[in-house]
T-cell receptor, first 111, second 117 residues
Framework: GQQVMQIPQYQHVQEGEDFTTYCNSS?????IQWYKQRPGGHPVFLIQLVKSGEVKKQKRLTFQFGEAKKNSSLHITATQTTDVGTYFC???????????FGAGTTVTVRA | GAVVSQHPSWVICKSGTSVKIECRSLDFQATTMFWYRQFPKQSLMLMAT?????????EQGVEKDKFLINHASLTLSTLTVTSAHPEDSSFYICSASGTVLSNQPQHFGDGTRLSIL
């Protein structure tokens, strides 16, 4: 079945620094979505990427979808303490809304 | 915006008890609802997909007789964990998709933390 791998599992970042989390799918995706989950909370939708090579920005967050629609990345610049949480990518292989979640990248920030 | 309500948010009960979790779409019709399970420090694992008025489709390894799903209306799906045991303790989250104009394809509930003693 479809598998979505995500690295790194943990990211400890100095406040103000940048970091990137990467996702790779074993199959071509129709779209990939990114979610953020705070400790004790539920996943909160961040964005959906649909087109090959698509790049979208949300303030300090930059999301990319690979040309082959099998990989994606989330890059955060100038990390802040509010960025703490676990970031999940989730791939949809066919247009049936079923998502395969990556393992998540748990981000901690040191001031 | 689209809202999905999940109830209860926290359940603690004895081993052998059956527990029902509700997932409601408050302001849109959810043609499809998904149930996920998340163990501590792990990712979300899809358990089953339910479409209104039809039987749920379970993912491999998920016991359909253990986790009963009912999607009787376009705004309500329920997950019943039958004869729950400590190994069923987890965070259960529903999501819904349907006829709503939104920039996101799925809307997640707040989740239910289930603890079986």
């Amino acid at each position: 079945g479809q598998q979505v791998m995500q690295i790194p599992q943990y990211q400890h970042v100095q406040e103000g620094e940048d970091f990137t989390t990467y996702c790779n799918s074993s199959t071509t995706l129709s779209n990939i979505q990114w979610y953020k989950q705070r400790p004790g909370g539920h996943p909160v939708f961040l964005i959906q990427l649909v087109k090959s090579g698509e790049v979208k920005k949300q303030k300090r967050l930059t999301f990319q979808f690979g040309e082959a629609k099998k990989n994606s990345s989330l890059h955060i610049t100038a990390t802040q303490t509010t960025d703490v949480g676990t970031y999940f990518c989730a791939g949809e292989a066919s247009n049936d809304y079923k998502l395969s979640f990556g393992a998540g990248t748990t981000v901690t920030v040191r001031a | 915006g689209a809202v999905v309500s999940q109830h209860p948010s926290w359940v603690i009960c004895k081993s052998g008890t059956s527990v029902k979790i509700e997932c409601r779409s408050l302001d849109f019709q959810a043609t499809t609802m998904f149930w996920y399970r998340q163990f501590p420090k792990q990712s979300l694992m899809l358990m089953a997909t339910s479409n209104e008025g039809s039987k749920a489709t379970y993912e491999q390894g998920v016991e359909k007789d253990k986790f009963l799903i009912n999607h009787a209306s376009l705004t309500l799906s329920t997950l019943t964990v039958t004869s729950a045991h400590p190994e069923d303790s987890s965070f259960y989250i529903c999501s819904a998709s349907g006829t709503v104009l939104s920039n996101q394809p799925q809307h997640f509930g707040d989740g239910t933390r289930l603890s079986i003693l």
